[in-house]
Each structure stands twice: as structure tokens, then as C-alpha cells.
């Protein structure tokens, strides 16, 4: 095999990793951030919805392909997708794609961080060595509680997974039993989004202490409280 080869061969898993670090620094570059927020959606909210009616099954798999996509630059967060999905499709279905979409992307991350840090879980660090024991002691449960609680950045945890040298079928099903209740509230979000919408009105209190408003901000609570409480329970089984 030649010098090229050899090379080449060593690079080649190295490269989905680098591409994806590519689009992170391009997204950045061009200040993309800055669209990544409510206002964003809920003004071109009527609009989408419409264009995902007009498209009918081409939408949501396109949805499903955008939102993978999206996730592998490393940058954009999964709840912006899925709250895109509820604002497209309504909640249930956007529910069902934004799980199918962000669930790819996740495990496209997770592949490339495989490849591209091979090795990385071995290093002397201290810190890769408690992350790596934390998934291999028991990783399924450990992925759906960092999952769970909203004070781990999603592109994070894949690549720490990634590292860590988890098997992929664990880390897909842990991803989506963890990712389920997040993307049930922030579907419902863009849903509520989208209904607003639709009748070109602004939400006011009593809009907001409707139920099917009131429940996803009450979950979207919850989900803050959980780090308060496994702070507490780690407290308590310390002493």
C-alpha cells in the first residue's frame, strides 16, 4: 500500500467528524445563532405550516432528513428542531418526526465522534476516565438521565457516549426513551406557536392559563427542577 493510501485510509473515519466541525464554524462565521430563537419561528410560522400542508408526504420527510442534517453540525439545538416539527406538523406527528429526525442525528454524531476521536476514552484525563466508567457501569440508564435533565448540552452527550465506547443499539435506545419527554413538550410548544399563528394573535395570560398552553410550560419546569433534584439525592446518598 502506498505512503497516499495509508494515509487516506487513516483519514477516511476521521472525515464525517471534521465535516461536521466544518459546518459548526461555518454556522458561526455567518452568525446563523441569532435565528436560532422563538421569535424566528413564530414569525414564519403560518407560512411553514402552509408550505407543510402544500407538500403533504414530501414533508415530513424532508423534515425528518433537515432535522438529522441539522443536528450534525453540532451547533443547533435539538429543542429548535422539535419545536419546529410541532410548529409543521402539530404535535403528535411532529412529535413522531421530530424523534425519527433527531434520533438519526444523534447516531450520526455519535458514529463520527466514534471514528473521529478513536482513542480519546483511553487518554490518562481524569475526567474522560469518569465519564467512560459513568456509561460503562451502567450505560443505558446513565445516557437516559443525561438525556433527561436539560444541564447537558445534546452534542455533548453524544460525543462523550461516543468516547466512552458504549455499544450503538444501547446508545440509540437510551437516546430516544430519554429524549421522548422533552420532545413531547417542545412539540406541543411549536404546536401552540403555530395555532397563535393561525389567528394572527399574540398570546396573552389568559391564553397562556389554557391547558393545552399551560401543560408543556409546566412540563418545561419540571424538566429545569430535575438537576435541583439529583443534586439533592446525590447530597443525601453522600452523607
Known amino acids: 500500500m502506498s505512503t497516499v493510501s495509508r494515509v487516506a485510509a487513516r483519514l477516511a473515519p ?17 452568525a446563523g445563532k441569532r435565528y436560532l430563537n422563538l421569535s424566528t419561528l413564530a414569525a414564519n410560522a ?13 414533508a415530513p420527510i424532508l423534515f ?24 409543521l406538523f402539530g404535535r403528535w406527528q411532529g412529535i413522531v418526526y421530530a424523534l425519527i429526525g433527531t434520533t438519526l442525528g444523534a447516531a450520526g454524531v455519535f ?3 466514534r471514528f473521529g476521536l478513536q482513542g480519546l476514552g483511553e487518554s490518562p484525563g481524569k475526567r ?3 465519564i467512560a466508567e459513568g456509561f460503562r457501569a451502567n450505560a443505558f440508564s446513565y445516557l437516559v438521565v443525561l438525556r ?20 450503538p443499539r444501547t446508545y440509540i435506545l437510551g437516546s ?11 412539540a406541543s410548544l411549536g404546536d401552540m406557536l403555530s395555532e397563535i399563528a393561525q389567528h394572527d394573535q399574540l398570546p396573552d395570560a389568559n391564553l397562556m392559563l389554557e391547558p393545552r398552553f399551560l401543560i408543556p ?5 419540571c424538566l429545569a427542577l430535575l438537576p435541583v433534584l439529583f443534586g439533592r439525592l446525590g447530597r443525601g446518598q453522600s452523607r
Open 128 to 130: 474522560a476516565k469518569q
Open 176 to 186: 430516544l426513551v430519554g429524549i421522548t419527554p422533552s420532545t413531547l413538550i417542545y
Open 217 to 221: 410550560l409546566l412540563g418545561l419546569a
Open 14 to 30: 476521521r472525515l464525517p467528524l471534521a465535516i461536521a466541525v466544518l459546518m459548526a464554524v461555518t454556522f458561526i462565521s455567518l
Open 148 to 167: 433527561l435533565v436539560p444541564i447537558f448540552p445534546f452534542t455533548l452527550v453524544n460525543i462523550a457516549a461516543a468516547i466512552s465506547g458504549i455499544p
Open 64 to 87: 425528518v432528513a433537515a432535522n438529522a442534517a441539522l443536528l450534525m453540525s453540532l451547533v443547533i439545538p435539538a429543542w429548535f428542531c422539535t419545536i419546529a416539527g410541532g410548529l
Open 111 to 113: 458514529l463520527a465522534a
Open 46 to 58: 403560518k407560512w411553514m405550516r402552509e408550505m407543510a400542508q402544500q407538500w403533504w408526504l414530501l
